[in-house]
């Protein structure tokens, strides 16, 4: 592809000659033939040595990355420009209409003839598949499944009777939609099991990554908002909700009924309790134990810092005895309080 | 259903008239035709809004929970009694017995005549499936596993050869039974695989959530006793025990070997080292490590408390220098000591 | 199988009798025909009880472990040994060269006639599967994908296309190789999504666990090396290498980009943050974060200490107030060096 010919599709202003490209590359490595892109500073020591073809760079690095045999292209935001080349460059596979002959494909569902349904692929009762979806190899679709146009579901994904998948929408492989919820009362000396009869609602435009798990709802349904992106092996509890734009990276769980908010992200192996609310635009770091909700939003955190494991021992003891600790220190103070100072205290402003 | 077939069937008293209800729904936003229940009493001020038919409630609520045009149910456990309307208005699906067209069974299994076999379902060598199970589509049960009666297998989940289910049980979609537990031995310069050579033995009437894993022994069985309930993408390495009637959240994971007891509850992503022993009746918090046994029950927690990543950074630094706090205090006090105090000192009630 | 056929195959010197045994046992729960071994001397208190027919020690441990009616062998390294003799009485399945009638394999697929390609198997245009595979029912191989000799793919596992795996790997059920990273650039009011065009490459030797997901590069490869060894319902994210003959325990989660060393472990439920790096040798405790990079190797940790809910609740509400009480200590020490002291101040060792 010629660089006139992203700049038409995507713009930008092109600084250069108007070269072919054939892929992207990372800075570092990139070759001839290839484009590439400078967004973090960081990386300004890579312009050197990269080969590039093109560099997409802001305006204020023009400068800095032009060098002989490149060309640049200029761009407020290089990294969302380089994500549209790459999307240009690599355009999603396209549907083949029709069923396998390995598909079991319930004779009361209605599949759009434009839908692809792979190999072994399995659709229930009364089952709608819109137009262009993909359903790849041992993906099994339960009765009474709705899912919109131009949605794709990777090979083994499991999506239960009932579900809500919206147009747009890309599930990955080995991903549970809509099984049961974790709901139990005890009953004198075991559990007893509460039929879970919500569904899960995925509206438009959602992505959700690989053996994720997400619950359908107790009464009410469980609903991931427009937009919404979910990483891999990620639990999503019955009855939550998470908002319209809102990330959630890997190894997350999310306990039941709590609601996220919309453009939050979470960092990974977040963990939330349930029956919480957290407020729109709210950032998590990875590994936070989310224990109450949050109004306003803001980053958060929580963590051990690592250490050797040596250091680590010779502090985590104390974690045991800090309220003992605190203790001392404030009979200290009360005693300092409780003798005449021999000179004027200095208070350290830490006090 | 009418009350009076719910109270022919649970027990409980009505108060009010026999009205007709179709469905359950949350307190709140229960209409009519629709049962709901009180057990909380932190949400008794959503007794007004709600316009369900029916409430039900303990005792002591009769008076609060009152309305014109709404019946009551008294129970003593409103929640339990909840759970038990919601399993009689939603039955579970029966099985259809017969073994679809596509599903491969082995000429040597023997599945029940009553037991229902999903399409692309595969069964193998010497199998066992027993009375009323349904294999959903896609679920692969290994050589020599044996099933007992009325146990559901969901959509895409797969058993390896040998293990063994009881009845009653339901295992959710992606779940893998008896895959082999992460035994390694280092030689030299690499690590020796050590085969995995026992089962998984599964009791009546556990359930098990969806993408868990649950590891077969090395020389004896990982065993899940009776009645245990266990959520999704939980981890249960090699020769674990986890006992009657326990509860396991979602996102847990517990090393090889430890034996959790009976009626123990795990909140989410709680981690468990190995080789421990957990006694009966133990409650763990969500996201706690137990890192050694324990003796005796009681709640047990750890997690360090979220706040701002800003009040974060302030107070994590000093985790790494503990010691040498509790050192310094350790000095003042022993500083301290050594003077003549010119008063009486005041001890604090925290020393 | 005879004690010198053992000793044939694996070395070590038999002390005792020629003995037959069938197969192996845990040192305490041994009996007759059976073969154990005694590696932890904290075992030793359990070579009474054991009624096995040999037990494997090292040479040191010779006299504490004779007893009447049992043999011994003397091995360097009893732990290895019993891998070794397990392995011997547990040969690996073979593979019965075939394709199964009911899998889908295409016609440009290129799979060798010794592979073994089970029920519902699908192998997509182009694939390679080597010499004496087994590929397991369910299991879903994409376009162009490789697999080298000897490998075995579980039942229900999914390979993306593209992917390459090398020869003597196990990748168990569940486990998804390929999917997506979770790559995303925010544009305007959405997440626009980055093109994963990548892929992974698993190395020889390689064992992966179940329902694990190793995500394909967005622009060059993930990599796992050689001997490798990866447990379940671990998440190794977009770019990410494992180095060789580094083990990683259960629920472990690492961000994009990382690498880590050769010959690392890594404890369950360790949590790596992305685009950092880990020395080769580096030991990682369970439930670990880890913030930055490592270029030392050593033992680290991280992690609260676990104690019941009431102390915990009294300690852990200090975290938040930590910064604080480290001024307060800082004034108290200040205050007290301002003072003459009224006799030579002692000094604790921990100052």
Known sequence: MKLTEIIAALGGELIGDDREVACLAPLAGAGEGEITFLANPKYRKDLDASGASCVIVREDMQAAAARDGRSLIIAANPYLYFARVAALLNPAPVAIGGVHAS???????????????????????????????????????????????????????????????????????????????????????????????????????????????????????????????????????????????????????????????????????????????????????????????????????SSYPMSTAKEWMANAVHLRHLDALAGRVKSLEKRLAAEPASSTPQQGKEQ
């Open 103 to 301: 598909a079991v494909v319930d004779e009361t569902a209605c599949v759009a003839a434009s839908a692809e349904i792979g190999a072994n692929v399995v659709v229930g009762a009364r089952a709608v598949v819109g137009e262009r979806c993909r359903l790849l190899p041992g993906t099994v679709v339960g009765d009474d499944v709705t899912i919109g146009d131009d949605t794709t579901l990777y090979a083994n994904v499991t999506v239960y009777h009932g579900c809500v998948i919206g147009a747009r929408v890309g599930i990955h492989s080995g991903t549970v939609i809509g099984a049961d919820g974790f709901g139990l009362a005890w009953d004198k000396d075991h559990w007893f099991k509460i039929p879970q009869t919500g569904r899960v609602l995925i509206e438009d435009d959602v992505e959700i990554g690989a053996n994720t798990t997400i619950d359908r709802g107790a009464l009410a349904d469980t609903v991931i908002r427009r937009g919404a992106k979910i990483d891999n092996l990620v639990q999503i509890a019955h009855n939550c909700e998470i908002g319209e734009h809102t990330a959630i990276a890997g190894c997350t769980g999310i306990a039941g009924s709590t609601r996220v908010g919309a453009r939050c992200t979470l960092g990974g192996a977040v963990m939330m309790v349930g029956h919480i609310e957290i407020a729109d635009g709210t950032h998590i770091g990875g590994g936070t134990l989310v224990s109450k909700s949050i109004k306003k939003p803001d980053n958060y955190a």
